[in-house]
């Protein structure tokens, strides 16, 4: 079978860099040119000395000639410029899948308020399918233009869905405190990411107003139309990859906790990425560094009827190459793990 040839705009970024090191090992998917709207002609070697073997040389982003070269982009470029940028790709017949969150808010007003932007053009918003794969894998298939979902967005996502859609939980009661690593970031450098401020501390950032509460809420209320405002705070910790959410929710009236583990287990069988972890025993983010999968722990506090599911993702993994990774194989007919059947990296 020949291999289906792909380009990968924001190369030289850590999305992007992430995608050529999981891609490098796929069956279907060939990496046939990598662009940069920074540097043209450069070799991905001379950005990222760990790709010595690499042959790919860095593009300009034409959409016309990409279109002739490839069937099928990954866009991993900052907000604000994928909207600008995809629907000239999609114009031109390509599939895309973009890892950036211009593409994810259906409501133009909530982009505007959140990420404080100009939105994308509505009738390619209108267009794309989130791509949260476990929930959403039916319209995936049958798209050619994915928004992929955020970092945090995923691990709060599929730690709630199988509460949320059975309407177990009162309606007001989420609360999400998320931690992450700093490559969540990007590859830039700012304040906030620089050594001194971040070795041995820990920092709560854009509280109350982080612009992956409207895409929770989008989703939510797709499942239960009933669900009120979340609480979601983010922190950065000293490490390199890793998303940990902790959610908060009260139960509407008392579940056993063998009901709930039956729940979990059933909403994710057919779903090889998640993996509900045994009774008692909760996920670090170690435990899937490098890797695709999303592990769930869950308890109930008998005392307040609140339960506690620890959600853990690694942000440049599932939280987004392998998630792009894992919808592109659905769009193009594949099965879902193809190229992604990497254990974690531990320790
Ligand atoms: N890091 C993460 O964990 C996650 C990131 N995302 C999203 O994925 C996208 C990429 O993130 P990430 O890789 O971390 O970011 P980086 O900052 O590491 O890389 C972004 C890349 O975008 C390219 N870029 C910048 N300006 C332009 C432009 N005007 N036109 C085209 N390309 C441009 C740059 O490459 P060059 O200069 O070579 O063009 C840059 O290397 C973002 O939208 C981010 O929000 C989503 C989920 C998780
Ligand atoms: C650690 C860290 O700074 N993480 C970033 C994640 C950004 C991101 O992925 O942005 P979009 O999903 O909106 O594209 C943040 O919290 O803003």
Redesign the pocket.
């Known amino acids: 079978m020949n291999r289906l040839k792909v380009g990968i705009?924001?190369?030289?970024?850590?999305?992007?860099?992430?995608l050529i090191r999981l891609l490098s090992n796929h069956p279907h998917f060939h990496i046939y040119s990598v662009?940069?709207?920074?540097?043209q002609h450069v070799q991905m070697v001379d950005?990222y000395p760990h790709l010595a073997n690499v042959p790919y040389t860095?593009e300009q982003?034409d959409p016309v000639k990409m279109a002739k070269d490839v069937d099928l982009v990954f866009?991993?470029?900052?907000?604000g410029?994928?909207s600008k940028?995809v629907p000239q790709l999609i114009n031109e017949g390509l599939k895309v899948i973009?890892?950036?969150?211009?593409f994810r808010l259906k409501s133009e007003e909530l982009y505007e308020k959140w990420y404080k932007k100009p939105p994308a053009p509505n009738q390619y918003t209108k267009q794309s399918v989130y791509g949260l794969t476990e929930w959403f894998g039916e319209e995936i298939h049958s798209s050619s233009f994915i928004a992929?979902?955020?970092?945090y967005p995923?691990a709060t996502l599929l730690g709630l869905a199988p509460i949320v859609k059975k309407k177990l939980i009162k309606e007001d009661s989420i609360i999400i405190d998320a931690k992450?690593g700093l490559?969540?970031?990007?590859?830039?450098l700012s304040n906030v990411s620089h050594y001194a401020e971040i070795n041995e501390n820990m920092k709560i950032y854009k509280v109350n107003q982080h612009q992956h509460i409207p895409e929770i809420e989008q989703v939510l209320h797709r499942w239960n139309e009933q669900i009120k405002p979340i609480t979601f705070s983010t922190h950065l910790v000293p490490m390199t990859?890793g998303?940990m959410t902790t959610i908060y929710v009260t139960l509407k009236e008392s579940i056993g906790i063998e009901s709930l583990y039956k729940l979990y287990e059933e909403s994710y069988l057919d779903a090889p990425f998640v993996r509900v972890r045994k009774q008692g025993t909760f996920p670090s983010t170690k435990e899937v560094s490098g890797s695709n999968y999303c592990d769930i722990g869950l308890t109930i506090d008998e005392r307040t009827n609140r339960m506690t599911i620890v959600s853990v993702i690694d942000?440049?993994v599932k939280?987004?190459a392998g998630q792009a990774i894992q919808n592109a194989n659905l769009m193009m007919g594949f099965e879902q793990q193809t190229g992604l059947h990497v254990l974690p990296v531990y320790p």
């Not at 705009?9 to 992430?18: D, K, M, S």
């Not at 973009?98 to 211009?102: A, N």
């Open positions: 705009v924001g190369a030289t970024g850590y999305g992007g860099v992430e662009y940069s709207s920074s540097q950005v860095l982003i866009t991993a470029t900052p907000s410029i994928s940028l973009d890892l950036s969150g211009d992929n979902p955020g970092c995923t992450s490559s969540g970031a990007g590859r830039s990859r998303i942000n440049l939280g987004a």
